[in-house]
């Protein structure tokens, strides 16, 4: 259960309601942009009632583009939703964190590039000039996650990132997320390495939620989709992450509601108003609603 802050400004039970339907919030807007993992599925099973919700929402003229903080490509995610069984129907497209950071790598890939990730995610670089090397001769990090995100944990890179960092070698970290919850366990990403190189004195970019540029594309994807630009006021964001969906909908003057998950809750957590306090102690930044799993 997440602890609450007791220097955090009280909140009343009404600030944060908690509904159990997402249409009377979400059936007048133009768009969504809902998080995938966490809200969409759990990296094993698809989540039923959010399937439906999306699919119900389509039904009804609006558009529902897929945000993820995913390494991969929105090609590369809409593959792994097929295989996991997300049903097609249930978006129209989907833009993640790879395809910001991809604009990233571009920016350095004069340089000898390590890549810190597992082999899966190497399709992030495709189409990229760009020249790897090894950990003694790389001058920037791309990092995609852990090697072996089952068994590893950020403590297994601390000689790495310490080396790193006391050379200047700057990480681009494709994945902000620092936690997701697969099939029931919790397991580290990229933005837990990416946390800890800065720990150790060494600078991070990031482009994917909640910073700027993953927006930037999505709004254009967006008036691709709908043939015309959308006013931030006709779009709602959807997302598990404190952090990362609802901070970044906050900066980019988005509605948000915020779906209760294993990673801002711990595994077996409920969403209640004490969990809603320390999750979102600013009253000037918080979800106008909470559910614990998004249905229609």
Known sequence: MTQIDPTAPSLVATDIPIVSSVAALGRERRAWLVDIW???????????????????FRRQGGRVLLLSNSPRTGAGVIAQLKQVGVADDAYDDAVTSGDATRVLISTVSDKPIFHLGPKRDLPIFDGLDVRFSSE?????????????????????????????????????????????????????????????FETFGGVVKLAGKPHSPIYEMAFDRLEMLLGQPVPREDVLAIGDGAKTDIEGAFGAGLDAVYVASAVGLGLGGGLDRAALVGLFPDPESRPIAAMTELAW
Do not use: K, W
């Open 38 to 56: 966490g809200v969409m599925h759990n990296g094993v099973t698809p989540f039923a009632s959010a399937v439906e919700a999306c699919q119900t």
């Open 136 to 196: 003694d001769d790389g001058e920037t990090i791309v990092c995609t996650g852990l090697f072996d995100d089952t068994s590893e944990t950020p403590d297994d890179y601390n000689a790495m990132l310490q080396g790193f960092a006391q050379r200047g070698v700057t990480m681009v970290c494709a994945n902000p997320d620092i936690t997701v919850e697969r099939g029931g366990q919790i397991i580290f990403c990229a933005g837990a390495l990416a946390e800890r």
